[in-house]
């Protein structure tokens, strides 16, 4: 298995001070997922796949995954 | 009360960064190199691996090649470098506001405003280092001190992801003992130097009379005294301040040796027009020039001249740069780079000291045509209009990445 950087379609929400929300992610083979919550944003280097990005920690169906934004680009780190 | 410094070192910065980019290749031996194709083919940084096996930058790829077979050449990317580089005086940022750049990946930070708020000079130090890995992927050598030479030397002699302090009570016991070439500022020449006086240590030049260095050594001579004696008073330079600039200088490594006059000319030329259009952009003008040409023996020779008016014409800084090859190199050898510097520079509205003899009005054609040149390049690109001279082989390479570097330390 490996770890792959897979970019992604969001929908997301600015709020009224600019900040952007994450709402739901349209992965590469179409299928959607909503996004229950946002629970952490900050830089950080993502490990598995390489880079640095604007990380959200989010809660997809009560699972916690990692969300990336690069200079207007979302990714996942996905194992394939 | 005493200023706290700290130095803070990227660990193999461009390695790091290209590893930190494609986790494939950590813990991997890793060189970043230039293009062989564009004669650059030298190693710009390498990782902790590459430097296990022996392999040095600067050294070219084929000997570092022969010293770890398995080595990685990863072409450079500078636009990411420069992306690090930028994301690391954030992280810097939120604790001073007096943030000195030296090159990419280097910079000295004043933090002693920050002391308090922050729960100490250590914990500043630990919480750069920690935000370097978590957030960059990299790890950082800090050194910190109560000035700025300490501090650089805490950064050289700090491990890894490590901080090394010297302070006003340790500093003869961790300083003193070493050779006097660690002082940031003593280059090989005169460290030589110093050793042949029989000064080996920084504490050996510490204890010498500050008169006598100043007698041998002139004015370096006092200041390397005062560096040993942890009596630098450089200050940091506040974030955003702007270092002046002195000179603007352009040099390529050709893709081909260039084998005559009309060869040197035509890169003069296409040199000169990127230092012209960097000295319209700057507001500033050029009363001289200087040229260095590296030969195919990779020997640097150096010469400069005055230009005939204080100028930014390509034209003019073009031919005082060809009037100085032609009279000073001797073509024992072929040419491989060159570079050519506008120096002595002043603003573009200094006044002038007119000459009887000189042809001013050729000259203010010459100005006319060159704003003419450079407004149809603004309106219609970089190609719109050259010298029919440059539509021939020049042997410059295609492409030039541009790469600031911020490197000049500020007193």
Known sequence: ?80 | MDRVIIHSDMNSCYASIECSLNPELRGKAVAVGGSTEDRHGIILAKSEEAKKCGVKTGEVIWQAKQKCPDLIIIPPHFEQYMKYSSLAHDIYSRYTDKIEPMGLDEVWCDISGSIKAFGGAKKICDEIREAFKNELGLTVSIGLSYNKIFAKLGSDLAGRDEVFEISRENYKEKVHPLPVRVLFGIGPKTGDKLNSYGINTVGQLAACSSEWLRLIFGVLGEDMWQKANGLDFSRVMSDGQKIPIKSIGHGITCTADLVDSNEVWKVMLSLSQNVSKRLREAHLEATAVQIAVKDNQLVTRQFQGSTPYVTQSAGEIAKTALDLFQKNYLWNYDVRSVTVTAINLQSENSPVQLELTGDYKRHEKQKILDDTVMELRQRFGEKAIFNCCLMTETKMPEHKEKVPLPFMRYR
Request: charge should be positive; glycine fraction near 8%; charged fraction near 35%.
């Open chain 1, 1 to 80: 298995m490996k770890n792959r950087k897979v970019y992604v379609k969001v929908l997301v929400q600015f709020d009224e001070e600019g900040n952007v929300l994450p709402m739901n992610i349209t992965w590469e083979d179409g299928r959607k997922y909503e996004i229950d919550k946002v629970t952490d944003i900050r830089r950080a280097c993502a490990f598995k796949v390489g880079g640095t990005a604007i990380r959200y920690t989010v809660r997809i169906n009560g699972k916690i995954t990692y969300l990336f934004e690069d200079e207007g680009r979302w990714f996942v780190e996905s194992r394939s």
